[in-house]
T-cell receptor
């Protein structure tokens, strides 16, 4: 099976802009979770989608949003980018609640 | 108290030795635990999952879970330089598939 894919892999944006990141889960996986990883805060949960519904949300401002499509692909959007949004954004997919989560390669976002 | 805690290290072991990585968690409801390995500049890779008390072995890796003590560990036997990485412990918290991660333990296997 192909693994989790994320696009783009690298992105440079300017403060105030918005960005959309994409994630395609492992075939058959309906749960997609998003995480932010920074050197200072480590890996932090953003949100999880299952069958097109947001099932859980972490402690991030409303500028961070996401959605899931009927084919389980997911996108996350960050509006009004801030310097502190520079991070590695990771997507993970799972076949069910409590099951293993497999990460994609991540999108490295740099905000200047 | 953080929900998932790990020693940040670095933990240095000689090649061929056993590396022991530890993790404690605060949510007694957690039923599953995961160990991920992350090489510098790469994404986390799942190496072990454990759901019940006791030991689970997979190749050179053994995960140990003690729910009464809220403690989970990872043993790496015959450590190799290629095992040098950051190891992250994770537990589901807050429902759904939300994982809370420890800060990770950096392992260095020295020749």
């Amino acid at each position: 099976k192909a693994g989790v894919t994320q696009t783009p892999r690298y992105l440079i944006k300017t403060r105030g802009q918005q960005v959309t990141l994409s994630c395609s889960p492992i075939s058959g996986h309906r749960s997609v979770s998003w995480y932010q990883q920074t050197p200072g805060q480590g890996l932090q949960f953003l949100f999880e989608y299952f069958s097109e519904t947001q099932r859980n949300k972490g402690n991030f401002p409303g500028r961070f949003s996401g959605r899931q499509f009927s084919n389980s692909r997911s996108e996350m959007n960050v509006s009004t980018l801030e310097l502190g949004d520079s991070a590695l954004y990771l997507c993970a997919s799972s076949s069910g609640v409590g099951y293993e989560q497999y990460f994609g390669p991540g999108t490295r976002l740099t905000v200047t | 108290q953080k929900e998932v805690e790990q020693n940040s290290g670095p933990l240095s072991v000689p090649e061929g030795a056993i590396a022991s990585l530890n993790c404690t968690y605060s949510d007694r409801v957690s039923q599953s635990f995961f160990w991920y390995r992350q090489y510098s500049g790469k994404s986390p890779e799942l190496i072990m999952s454990i759901y019940s008390n006791g030991d689970k072995e997979d190749g050179r890796f053994t995960a140990q879970l003690n729910k009464a003590s809220q403690y989970v560990s990872l043993l790496i036997r015959d450590s190799q330089p290629s095992d040098s990485a950051t190891y992250l412990c994770a537990a589901p918290t807050g429902g759904g598939n939300k994982l809370t991660f420890g800060t990770g333990t950096q392992l260095k296997v020295e020749l």
